[in-house]
């Protein structure tokens, strides 16, 4: 059923939670996760001025490179993993991204990163769910679980 999984991550650890379930199908159907990191540049426009653009580029790809390292890390070694870190608005390029001929399915948390950021600009979960023309699958985390979690937990997906 499923070929191509295609999984954004921020690096945050309630991605992880997204990322079980995403190996477990991958497993369960012999299909490639795609793992894809979006280089947002626009979200760290209120930086200082003496703040070098080109600096903070390479520090935002420093973070996706090592959010990407994370996924290859918590990848069983019966699933193929293929990583990319791209540059756009996060929502936008996960919808490109998700073309019907290069994944089959997304999997997604409702929580990442957020705070005052998800208030004023939504949720980006919510702006693929609306858009993608291949089904979502968004799994619900509860950031005070993480703690609860063990060191390798596998989800049942039936």
């Known amino acids: 059923m499923y070929d191509r999984i295609l999984v954004p991550t921020d690096g945050s650890r309630e991605v992880e ?8 199908l991958a497993e369960r159907h012999d299909a490639t996760v795609r793992a894809l990191y979006v280089v947002n540049a626009a979200g760290y426009g209120g930086l200082p001025m003496e ?10 790809r420093e973070e996706g490179r090592s ?5 290859e890390e918590l990848a ?15 929502s936008q390029v996960i919808v490109r991204e998700a073309d019907p001929s290069a994944c089959d399915l997304i999997v997604m948390g409702t929580h990442g990163r957020g705070g005052i950021d998800r ?11 609306r858009r993608a023309s291949v089904p979502v699958l968004t799994v619900q985390v509860d950031p ?11 989800l049942a997906v039936e």
């Not at 005070?144 to 596998?154: G, T």
């Open 119 to 129: 208030l004023l600009l939504g949720s980006v979960t919510e702006r693929v769910v």
């Open 76 to 90: 069983p070694d019966d699933v193929t993993v293929e990583t990319q870190v791209l540059e756009g608005t996060p």
């Open 51 to 60: 703040t070098a653009l080109e600096g903070v580029s390479d520090a935002l």
């Open 17 to 24: 939670r997204a990322l079980e379930y995403a190996f477990d």
């Open 144 to 154: 005070d679980e993480i703690d609860e979690w063990d060191d390798e937990p596998r």
């Open 67 to 71: 959010a990407i390292r994370r996924v």
